[in-house]
């Protein structure tokens, strides 16, 4: 049972371009969604997160959106860079259950190409 | 000056062998983690430590037995492996507040591969 879905798996878009991933949940109880960035042979490393009381959180080009009616969320990268080619991974949690247990999406493969 | 460790970074071994996976984290938090990422890049938890007690255990083999020494320490013992436990293994921690979510900070991730 996949809890959160990810998409597209993987994407290309040229430098400069916005990159647009997107996330839906199943799970009403999620009340943190963040957004993982890995690099090839690197752990994980938060980007970006929301918490459902927003409907958008901008840091830098990054930017989250959350849409709580349609249980989606979704990363907009501007201005994308070579740099940013990474996989990308959404996430969300139920801090309320106590265990703060991650629930990730499987993943998008960005590349970004001059 | 590294958040979370992990040693070793690469590990091969033989089916059927017992191996350990070192994490420590110098941040000061009161929570660690053990992930298991597959070869398509899915990332799954496997366990979970709070102040040195185990509050999450996923459907994995009691094969895998997580001991925390101290709050800045989780290791991984892997009993009788298995070619299917090839994987990266990823240490994280955090500071949970009461219903509070906060970021996890990832080690570096160490390669098992079973022959």
């Known amino acids: 049972q996949q809890q959160v879905k990810q998409s597209p798996q993987s994407l290309i878009v040229q430098k400069g371009g916005i990159s647009i991933i997107n996330c839906a949940y199943e799970n009403t109880a999620f009340d943190y969604f963040p957004w993982y960035q890995q690099f090839p042979g690197k752990g994980p490393a938060l980007l970006i997160a929301i918490r459902p009381d927003v409907s958008e959180k901008k840091e830098g080009r990054f930017t989250i959106s959350f849409n709580k009616s349609a249980k989606q969320f979704s990363l907009h990268i501007m201005d994308s860079q070579p740099g940013d080619s990474a996989t990308y991974f959404c996430?969300?949690?139920?801090?309320?259950?106590?265990?703060?247990?991650?629930?990730f999406g499987k993943g998008t493969k960005l590349s970004v190409i001059p | 000056d590294t958040a979370v460790s992990q040693t070793p970074k690469y590990l091969v071994t033989q089916m059927g062998n017992d191996k350990s996976i070192k994490c420590e984290q110098n941040l000061g938090h009161d929570t660690m983690y053990w992930y298991k990422q597959d070869s398509k890049k899915f990332l799954k938890i496997m366990f979970s430590y709070n102040n040195k007690e185990l509050i999450i255990n996923e459907t994995v083999p009691n094969r895998f037995s997580p001991k925390s020494p101290d709050k800045a320490h989780l290791n991984l013992h892997i009993n009788s492996l298995e070619l299917g436990d090839s994987a990266v293994y990823f240490c994280?921690?955090?500071?949970?507040?009461?219903?509070?979510?906060?970021?996890?900070?990832f080690g570096p991730g160490t390669r098992l591969t079973v022959l």
């Open positions: 996430a969300a949690c139920n801090s309320g259950a106590g265990s703060y247990q991650l629930t």
């Open positions: 994280a921690s955090s500071q949970e507040g009461l219903g509070y979510a906060d970021t996890q900070y």
